[in-house]
């Protein structure tokens, strides 16, 4: 899934192009957006659709994998082979990372040879492969086939014409919600099916993978509603390496190594350490008894309740102060990211001491991890589709989509060579893990002020010429 994101989300996948009215690709298909159209894409509903399935399958998967690896794995002769925490912690943000970096050849195979939605369709029937393999396979094998297969068939690309940009950001929104829809369903059910010997990895993966081929069969049912934007070919290649595309890879490469450090510690919250934390946690709820994969669900939860308070009443209000740009709103949410961390921070440093404090101590950390969300992923997304010139979008958002992939394997290489510092004198384990990712992002975000001020791109809408040249204090969202 190229994840936007979106996977992410945290996150996630962009949008496919979708339209009302258009040119046709033959007798069948149309090629570009309506410029004149002002009303919502035809394909929209779609394309919510096939996300609230693809993120049940996807989030339903990652929700479980970290306590599959350190629990349930199995060598060839059927007996238990798991993995260490940090090793499961290392693979597990290997494997996020490759989800993220494979869009780039989706972008590449997309504008240069296959077009958006055949590109997309086909990668989507890979990615249900990935799945079956995790459902019927329960050693390292099956592990490393179906999550290479769904690495691989991870892919995405999203388009609006200038008559209906003015609906985009809501757009994104329902997107976004539509993402977090899902992922909130799978994150409760799927730990259920884990835990319970009845059931156990077979079902807890095989019913993910019936998700993800309902997104497939949802997304081909839309294919008359999409805009189905041929390959640029030699063109696409031409645009990629003119002096103007290069320019905006670079321009946006500089912000983007700062979002990195952003995917670096949420990633961390979505099956990964904060799951391994809340396993040593007091997971009695009110009376009742959460498993540790299901604490993740406060995300999803957050983001359907922070994104319409953010778009329409936090915004608003701050933008009548000061003006309330992309790169701001991203600048904020960078340090609020770095303020969950130091909750956990907290946290583990009494499980450090010997007490056992309530999963619930995790509640604000998921709150300003989920706002912090809010402000760098939704609004990087729409950010990084208005600076891609016209033959460039998939290439642009793959470039964000690579940003995720760094942030993991910065944590990977952190979890995998924990040993190794320690033998030079320095630990990150326990509390000193969280302390290292807060100051970490403290520091990114109080440099990406200064990177912020200095950004310089235009804003290019699909079948429109680029706009001005604008700064990072008159681009506004």
């Not at 990087?380 to 600076?387: I, R």
């Amino acid at each position: 899934m190229s994840r936007i994101a979106g996977r992410s989300s945290s996150s996630g996948k962009p949008i496919p192009d979708t339209d009302s009215v258009s040119a046709s690709v033959g007798p069948k298909y149309r090629t570009v957006p309506d410029q004149i159209d002002t009303k919502t894409p035809a394909g929209v509903p779609n394309i919510i659709g096939n996300e609230a399935a693809e993120r049940f399958s996807f989030y339903g998967m990652r929700a479980i994998l970290i306590v599959f690896m350190t629990t349930y794995l199995m060598n060839a002769a059927g007996h238990r082979a798991v993995m260490g925490e940090d090793e499961a912690s290392g693979w597990f943000h290997q494997f996020v990372a490759a989800v993220y970096w494979m869009p780039i050849f989706g972008a590449l195979i997309s504008d240069g040879l296959l077009g958006k939605y055949r590109t997309i369709f086909y990668l989507s029937i890979v990615y249900c492969l990935g799945h079956l393999s995790l459902a019927l396979n329960d050693t390292r094998l099956g592990l490393f086939l179906g999550l290479s297969l769904i690495a691989i068939g991870a892919g995405g690309i999203n388009q609006f014409g200038r008559g209906n940009q003015h609906l985009m950001s809501k757009i994104f929104g329902w997107f976004y919600l539509s993402i977090n829809l899902g992922s909130t369903f799978s994150t409760w059910l799927c730990p259920i099916f884990l835990n319970n010997p009845n059931f156990g990895p077979h079902y807890a993966f095989g019913l993910p993978g019936v998700l993800m081929f309902i997104a497939t069969v949802i997304f081909w049912l839309g294919r008359k509603k999409f805009v189905h934007v041929p390959p640029g070919g030699l063109g696409f290649v031409r645009e990629f390496f003119s002096k103007e595309g290069l320019s905006v890879l670079l321009r946006l490469a500089l912000v983007y190594i700062f979002v990195a450090v952003f995917w670096a510690l949420w990633d961390q919250s979505s099956g990964g350490e904060w799951t391994l934390q809340a396993t040593k946690l007091d997971l009695n709820v009110f009376g009742f008894q959460v498993l540790p994969e299901q604490v993740q669900i406060l995300n999803p939860i957050l983001i359907l309740i922070l994104v319409p308070i953010f778009n329409y009443a936090l915004y608003p209000a701050i933008d009548h102060i000061f003006p309330l740009t992309p790169l701001r709103k991203i600048g904020i949410g960078l340090f609020v990211t770095a303020l969950s961390f130091v909750v956990l921070w907290w946290i583990q440093l009494q499980i450090d001491a010997g007490a056992k404090p309530n999963v619930l101590w995790q509640l604000p950390g998921y709150i300003l991890l989920t706002a912090g969300e809010v402000m760098v992923s939704i609004t990087g997304l729409e950010f990084s589709y208005t600076q891609a010139p016209t033959k460039m979008k998939s290439a642009v958002m793959a470039l964000w989509l690579f940003a995720v992939s760094v942030g993991n394997l910065i944590t990977s290489a952190i979890d995998f060579n924990k040993p190794n510092l320690n033998s030079i004198g320095i630990n990150l384990e326990g509390a000193n893990h969280y302390a290292f990712f807060t100051l970490f992002m403290l520091v990114t975000a109080t440099l990406f002020i200064f990177v912020a001020r200095k950004y310089r791109g235009r804003t290019y809408i699909q079948g429109a010429e680029p706009e001005a040249l604008a700064t990072a204090e008159t681009m506004s969202s």
